[in-house]
């Protein structure tokens, strides 16, 4: 897969529409061309304990931070034309799909590939998460649940894997 943005959400709640950052990385011709970070004002806005204790992302962070539209009008010109790849595809679609919808925004339909659905195939791992297989890669996930960072992660392992 030489052309894909590798997509990451965090979410303040158990909303999937409470996105509260975004990391995108995106490769053209195998090689990675762009990145983009975003914290997010989530809808609705307020963070659950245990969100927090996975992202560090508190309200304080995010009082000032731009709503999803604001954001999403700096990455769809990055990665139109692009198929998406996230680690448990599941979660970043339907945060994707949730947020659109919140906001009435029409959805464009992306493609998405999953590398948790992949990595299934690989033999002999402690489990899938993405810390786990991205060390299989070769790769050290030090700020793992840092939307960017993971987003990193995960198209280290859409090269090796994908």
């Known amino acids: 897969m030489d052309n894909f943005a590798a997509i990451d959400f965090e979410t303040a709640n158990n909303q999937l529409s409470s996105v509260c ?3 995108v990385v995106i490769y053209r011709g195998g090689e990675r061309v762009d990145e983009f970070y975003s914290l997010i004002h989530p809808e609705p806005n307020y963070y659950l304990y ?4 996975v992202h560090g992302i508190t309200e304080r962070d995010t009082w ?8 999403w009008e700096q990455v769809a010109p990055k990665i139109e034309g692009l198929p998406l790849v996230a680690h448990n595809k599941r ?5 994707l799909k949730a947020v659109f919808k ?16 992949a990595s299934l ?19 050290d996930l030090l700020t793992h649940h840092h ?3 993971d987003a990193d992660a995960c198209s280290w392992i859409a090269k090796k894997l994908l």
């Open 21 to 23: 950052s975004v990391g």
């Open 50 to 53: 245990r969100n927090i204790q």
């Open 64 to 71: 000032n931070a731009p709503i999803f539209p604001k954001v």
């Open 91 to 95: 979660f970043d679609e339907c945060c």
């Open 102 to 117: 919140t906001y009435c925004m029409d959805y464009p339909d992306y493609t998405f590939f999953c590398t948790y659905l």
């Open 121 to 139: 195939k690989l033999k002999g791992l402690e489990n899938h998460q993405l810390q786990t297989v991205a060390a299989y890669f070769g790769y």
């Open 147 to 149: 939307a960017l960072s």
